[in-house]
């Protein structure tokens, strides 16, 4: 199989495209990789991602967010 690799404006991109309305900005994406958070790598000067890669820390991070929705209750006031 054949790694899907894109440098980062691309992988952005990519977001975009799978959700147009998304809440993710280019700089916030470019902050989560330079914490480590999406593996990178390097080709001469460029970073370099793969989408799998993106795929699967977005789907982490999604799921995260479902599981700590169901730990909120509501409060009355």
Do not use: C, H, W
């Not at 370099?48 to 730990?71: H, S």
């Amino acid at each position: 199989m054949i790694a899907r690799v894109r440098n980062i404006k691309q992988a952005y991109e990519y977001i975009k495209q799978q959700d147009s309305e998304t809440a993710l900005t280019e700089s916030a994406f470019r902050r989560i990789i330079k914490n480590g958070l999406i593996p990178t790598f390097t080709m001469g000067s460029r970073i370099l991602l793969k989408l799998d890669d993106v795929d699967k820390f977005l789907q982490d991070v999604t799921g995260n967010v479902a599981k700590a929705e169901k730990g909120i209750r509501k409060q009355e006031v």
